[in-house]
């Protein structure tokens, strides 16, 4: 069977991040939103802890974002200049979803690093539902996201905030881009305890 026929695998090959200068309205509305969210709530999850949680701005709190990335850029030491156009970044998504990142670095059963990954997880099928339901958007991060004003705009005490996604209706086609490298470059068939893997042949993949 030609698996790239499939329409559900055809969404995930074809899902690529759009900034947010190409973002119109409309964003998703409280409905889809609780569909992506729904399936970031399929992600691998050991023990379902559920290590994350999803805070939507949107309408007149975009003014109120837009106002602590102004600061974040003014205490960044960035001119008046720079601190509008990191303003205008929050004002002009249609959508932005904050993902917060809760772990229990004392779990008994489940180590922080798998609850990172059920946080990653999560954004990743956040994001293929986002794309799914015909919209667009880019996750971002940087600096911002450690200013401790906007910290603890977003977080309650032991959450990290781990960045936001953007989210609307696209202004133009995403460039189909190549992947970063070749699927068999990150794939390998393990070669037991003496060695790290292989880059299998062709009889070795039959």
Known sequence: METT???M????L???SLGIKYLAEPGPDPAQLLTMTQAALRAPDHAGLVP???KVVR????EALAELFAQAARDAGKDEAGAALDAERARRAPVTVALVARIDMGHPLVPAHEQWAAVGG????FLNAAHALGFAGKMLSGAKARHPRIVAAFCAPGETLVGW?????????VAARGD????EQVTTLWSGPTGRGFTPTSADAQ
């Not at 695998?9 to 995930?12: E, I, K, N, R």
């Not at 309408?59 to 975009?62: D, L, M, S, T, V």
């Open 52 to 54: 994350f949680r999803f």
């Open 165 to 173: 996604v953007a989210l609307g209706t696209a202004t133009r086609q």
């Open 59 to 62: 309408g007149a709190q975009r």
């Open 122 to 125: 999560a954004l990743a099928n």
């Open 14 to 16: 074809g899902r690529h």
């Open 9 to 12: 695998l055809q969404g995930l």
């Open 180 to 183: 970063k490298l070749a699927p």
């Open 5 to 7: 026929n499939l329409p």
